[in-house]
């Protein structure tokens, strides 16, 4: 899971660099493809397909822009001054996964946006802080909560969506979600490897999802940011896998 979790980080600073005004969300898709193989690891999300009634994600990313929160198919969206998008990448190196995300800002954004993404990279930090053996699953989604509701009591922090166990399959229990009481919920135990990824909208916490049955967006379509590490639970603290 360490080397899925670095080819996952490298991949995403490899996109980060790349994501500027007029490059369309499909290049950095391409991009993300190639990285991954080059590696001998396997794009999670291309041909996910965890529902029947649905079409199997085709992008090797999820490539959300604005008031897209998670999701968002690659395509011929270029990107433009002033957008945020999210670049969600998940790989699966010899049968076991690694799954991150972060929003980047598309040349110069405007103030409340750089507020916005900074509670995004706060709330993670926050997070990942609190996962720690003895604590509580709730303790992760309060402390979440906590910088989220401190940057702004505008912000809406997305409830459908959230973390969750990783390990052989992408998404695994328990769910963690970004709200909370403390003290609740599993506890933690070294060896448990949890996805931890606060979504937060600049206006209401209600989503809907588009007609690709892929794509979910803020129903006030305000801008939204998106950030995820997969961290183990190890006798040390946390260890986040899903760096560079």
């Known amino acids: ?16 660099e790349n994501a500027k005004p007029g490059v369309t969300t499909a290049e950095l898709d391409a991009m993300a493809y190639q990285f991954i193989t080059s590696k001998g690891a396997i794009p999670t999300f291309k ?3 965890p529902f029947p009634s649905i079409q199997p ?3 090797s990313i999820c490539a959300s822009v604005n008031e897209q929160i998670v999701h968002g198919i690659p395509g011929d969206r ?8 999210s670049l969600d990448c998940g790989a699966i190196y010899r049968g076991w996964h ?24 706060e709330s993670l930090a926050a997070g990942i802080e609190k996962a720690r053996k003895g604590n509580r699953l709730g303790d992760i989604s309060h402390s979440i909560e906590r910088r989220i509701l401190n940057g702004s009591k505008e912000y809406g922090i997305v409830r459908e969506y959230g973390g969750h166990g990783i390990g052989r399959s992408l998404w695994e229990e328990p769910s963690v979600p970004n709200f909370g009481p403390a003290g609740k919920g599993v506890q933690l135990r070294p060896g448990m490897v949890i996805a931890i990824e606060p979504m937060i909208n600049m206006g209401t916490h209600e989503t809907e999802t588009l007609p690709d049955n892929w794509t979910v967006v803020t129903r006030d379509r305000k801008p939204s940011v998106h950030f995820e590490h997969t961290v183990a639970i190890t006798e040390n603290g946390p260890e986040i896998l899903t760096l560079a």
């Open 57 to 59: 994600f085709p992008g």
């Open 98 to 121: 690694g799954d991150s995300a972060v929003t980047v800002a598309i040349g110069k954004v405007s103030p409340e946006i750089e507020k916005l993404l900074e509670t995004g990279r």
């Open 1 to 16: 899971m360490r080397k899925a979790g670095q080819i996952v980080g490298q991949t995403l600073q490899l996109l980060a």
């Open 78 to 85: 270029v990107l433009e001054e002033g957008d945020v998008i």
């Open 47 to 49: 041909g996910y397909a």
